[in-house]
C-alpha cells in the first residue's frame, strides 16, 4: 500500500482538528490487554485527537477488532507487522508507519509492546517527530529467550529508550525491573501508569450470569471451578497448573473441576499432559463436560467465566499487568497466582490473592489446595476485590494521567 492509500485511510479515519495529535501503535490487535488500554485511550483520552494503528493477530490468537469496533473506532491494519522477526515483513512495516507519520503529523508517537515500539520508534527519529513516548505492557527480558537473544533485546531496548521522550511502566515493580534489573533506561525517564478497563460489566449480573455458565456446562452448585485464562503458550506455563490440579485432586474430597480458556501453539502438548497425568479431559470440537479439565478455546465472554467459575488462577513465568486478575477482582474471585512481573501490584496479597514463588509446584499445590477446601477463605478472598480494582483499574483514571504525562511533554 502506498502514501496515497494510507492517505486516503487516514482522512477516513480522522476528522482534522486543532488539537494535538497522537499517533498511537500497538504490536497487533489480539485479545488482552494492550488492546483494552489503545481502545479506551484512543476513545476517551480528552484534548488529543488520536489515529490508532496495529497489525494483525496471529493465527493461534483470537482477534480483538470487536473491542475497537464496540467503541466506533476504526483502526490503521498494518498486515506485514507481525510478531515473529522476519526482516521483509518488517521493512515493509516500518515504510508503512513511515508513510502515515508523514501524513498524519503527529506531535507525539506513543508505542505500545515490542514490535510496534522497535518499528513505531524508529520510523518517528526518523521523521523527526516531536515527542516518542514507549509503554512496556511486559516485556522479554526473562521466560523467553536464551541468553544471547536476551541480551540483544535488551541492548535494542536500552538505544530506543535513550532516544524516546518518556518509559511508561505499567506497575512499580516493572519500573525497578526495567531501570534496576535490565538496565533499559534510569528511573527519572519512567512513568508508572496502571492499565485501565470498563469494569462494570464483571461486577453486573453476576448471579445470572453464573446460572447461565453453569448451565451450559452441566455444573452442579457443588462443583468448585478453577479457571485460568490466557494464551497456550510457553510463558503461560499451563503445565504448572495441570501439575498442581492434579495433585488436588488427588488430595481433597471435594468436586472440582478446571477451565482452560483460551488457545496457542501448546494446546496438544497440554492434551498429552492430561492424558499422562491422567486426567480426563475435552475440547470445543468433542465437548464432553464430565471431564475434569475444559478447555474451552477463547470464549469473548470473559465476565460469564469469572462470573461462573469459583477461583480463578495464573500460572505465568513472566508478566506485565495481566488483565485476568484485574478482571476476576472485579467479579470478586479469589485468586492463586505465581508472583512474577506487576501482579504484586495488581492483587491485595494474602486479601484477594495467595500469591506463590515463580514455577513451585508444591507451593502452588498447597495454595490451590488451601482455597479449595476453605469456603469461608474462598469467600471472604473475593469481597474486596472490585473495592480496589474500581479505584486503581478504571480507564478514567488511565485516560487523566496519560493526559497529564502529555501535557507535560508539549509544555
Known sequence: MGPHCFSKLVQKVLPITDMPKVLRIINRFNLGGPTYNVAYLSKYLAGYETLLVGGEKDESEDSSTFITSSLGLEPLIIEEMKR???????????????????????????????????????????????KVVHTFHGHVFHSYFGFAATTFYKNIERFLAKRSDAIIAISEKQKIELSEIHGICPQNKISVIP?????????????EKRASFRK?????????????????????????????????????????KAFIVG????????????????????????????????????IKEVDHVLAGIDVAALTSFNEGTPVSLIEA???????????VGGIENVVIPNETALLCENNNLDEFTAALLRIVEDDALRNKMGVDGWKFVKDHFHYTRLCNDMKMLYDRLLI
Do not use: M
Not at 477482582?329 to 508472583?339: D, E, F, L, R, Y
Open 329 to 339: 477482582q472485579a467479579c470478586n474471585k479469589p485468586i492463586v497466582t505465581t508472583n
Open 263 to 298: 488457545d496457542g501453539e501448546l494446546r496438544d502438548d497440554l492434551f498429552n499432559l492430561c492424558k499422562t497425568l491422567g486426567l480426563t479431559y475435552s475440547y470445543v470440537d468433542q465437548p464432553n463436560h464430565s471431564n475434569q479439565v475444559i478447555f474451552t478455546s477463547w
Open 84 to 130: 515473529k522477526i522476519d526482516p521483509t515483513q518488517d521493512i515493509a512495516a516500518y515504510k508503512k508507519i513511515k508513510n502515515i507519520i508523514n501524513e498524519f503529523k503527529p506531535d507525539i508517537v506513543h508505542t505500545h509492546a515490542s514490535k510496534a515500539g522497535t518499528l513505531g520508534r524508529l520510523a518517528a527519529f526518523s521523521c523527526k517527530v516531536p
Open 216 to 256: 451450559k456446562y452441566e455444573l452442579s452448585d457443588e462443583i468448585i471451578c478453577i479457571g485460568i485464562i490466557g494464551r497456550l503458550v510457553p510463558v503461560k506455563n499451563h503445565q504448572l497448573f495441570l501439575q498442581a490440579f492434579h495433585q488436588v485432586t488427588n488430595k481433597t474430597s471435594k468436586k472440582i
Open 195 to 207: 492499565l485501565g478497563f470498563d469494569l462494570i460489566k464483571f461486577n453486573s449480573n453476576i448471579e
